[in-house]
């Protein structure tokens, strides 16, 4: 009688097995990540032999040159952090909180390409029914005869769709909604994902065509699923903003085919998203003067963007530190700077920080124009409107320069500033913009 092969449980970040299943692995101590090997699985796997590979390694000397053929996806925001367009064969994985537009964005990008292609687009979408997408597409004008439509979760018919027609791009809505057959486990589960994920990894190498995937995130802002979904993927977009408001941004964390540094900027109207075509106007808008608001400009990507920073300090008796859009442990020690070389008695305050336009501020260039409205809202005196802040402040006291100056002050004169303070004057200073130097913090005092 032959020996009954028991099942293995195998963990799909470390790889230990395990004889039965437990919730957490014993040897990197991930939650729900032991996925189940069936017996025939396990006979398949022990049964391999081992095959010579057949290619031969080369001299990185002559191996030729590859070029990438781009397709624009008719939304030039989108061009932007894909790096230029989308790449046939790409896998791309957006990521977001529910509500702020994944599918509204990748429906509207599929009708504007099936209006402008030869070829078909697919949305499959196991989340809501034809008529519920139909009403959507209606309302983004993405109606076009080309664009099909597939309400399925089961993932082999999804292939045997993609391998009888001839599509072009393909939109899975979500990744956690489809499931294999050949995995037990419910649909959303690790396993069920990781298989779903190699499975449409492999159409779009072989068929040559764009596979947008949907991923839903968890409460801690990743997404849901286990950490190689990211890994397997070409591309990893996160779309940010508050439902609430109409600016979304668009930020690339991987991108095999460009850069990582630019985000796309889109407003949400009543037919749905659109590109900002002047992305400074919704985080700045020119107004009188007044005490707490201070005008900087940050880089995103090789885009300059003029904000407004508004300071708010207030007496209290249990002092918060408080800031939106803002790092707050910097904020705690540019304080800290403030009351040792200023001598600001700030330990009696309530200090807010507020970004204006929802934006998060990811470079250190904002620093003394938070040191500046703070400085302002604390003597209730406003700063002068045409002024802006540039620079970076040390825990020492010194403001230090910034990359890519020029780009800045460009920024600043098309919207009318006519002074800007900043750590060093730039050695070609091709604008009409006055630069007055301060090297350190002590010398805001001045400007106020």
Not at 171 to 189: E, H, K, L, R, Y
Not at 369 to 385: D, E, G, K, Q
Request: hydrophobic fraction near 40%; proline fraction near 4%.
């Amino acid at each position: 009688m032959a020996k009954k092969t028991s099942s293995l449980f195998e963990c799909q970040f470390c790889g230990w097995q395990s004889s039965k299943w437990v919730g957490k692995c014993t040897n990197c101590g991930t939650w729900e990540s032991l996925i189940e090997l069936k017996p025939s699985q396990i006979q398949s796997l022990q049964s391999q032999k081992y095959n010579p590979p057949s290619s031969l390694a080369i001299p990185i000397t002559q191996v030729e040159y590859e070029t990438l053929d781009r397709f624009t996806s008719c939304e030039d925001e989108f061009d932007i952090v894909l790096g230029g367009g989308i790449v046939p064969g790409g896998l791309y994985l957006i990521g977001g909180s529910p509500g702020v537009g994944k599918s509204t964005l990748l429906l509207k990008i599929a009708g504007e390409i099936a209006k402008k292609s030869t070829k078909k687009i697919l949305y499959v979408s196991g989340e809501e029914s034809p008529g519920q997408i139909k009403m959507r597409a209606q309302r983004l004008d993405a109606i076009d005869e080309k664009l099909f439509l597939l309400n399925e979760i089961d993932l082999s018919i999804i292939k045997n769709t993609l391998n009888e027609q001839n599509f072009q791009m393909c939109v899975i809505d979500s990744i956690q909604t489809i499931f294999s057959p050949d995995i037990t486990s419910a649909p959303g589960s690790v396993s069920q994902v990781r298989e779903v994920t190699f499975a449409l990894m492999r159409l779009a190498k072989e068929m040559n065509i764009c596979v947008f995937i949907i991923g839903h995130i968890t409460k801690e802002g990743s997404i849901a699923g286990p950490r190689i979904l990211e890994h397997m993927v070409d591309c990893v977009l996160y779309f940010e903003g508050d439902p609430s408001k109409e600016l979304r941004m668009l930020r690339g964390f991987k991108n095999r085919f460009g850069t990582t540094s630019e985000i796309g900027i889109f407003e949400m109207k009543e037919n749905g998203l659109i590109s900002a075509k002047n992305a400074s106007k919704l985080f700045f808008s020119q107004r009188s003067s007044m005490a707490g608001s201070a005008i900087t400009v940050v880089l995103e990507g090789s885009r300059a963007l003029v904000i407004e920073i508004q300071a708010l300090v207030s007496e209290s008796g249990y002092p918060k530190r408080q800031s939106t859009g803002f790092d707050n442990n910097r904020l705690n020690m540019l304080l800290a700077l403030l009351e040792r070389k200023l001598e600001i008695p700030l330990g009696h305050y309530d200090v807010f920080i507020n970004v204006t336009g929802g934006i998060k501020i990811n470079e250190p260039s904002a620093d003394l124009a938070v040191i500046a409205s703070i400085v302002s809202s604390f003597r209730n005196r406003p700063l002068n409107i045409s002024t802006a802040f540039i620079g970076e402040v040390s825990l020492v006291g010194d403001i230090r320069e910034v990359s890519n100056i020029d780009i800045r002050l460009k920024e600043l004169e098309n919207y009318g500033f006519t002074k800007v303070v900043l750590a060093k004057k730039p050695n070609s200073n091709n604008s009409n913009i006055k630069c007055f130097e301060a090297n350190e913090v002590s010398k805001i005092l001045e400007w106020m």
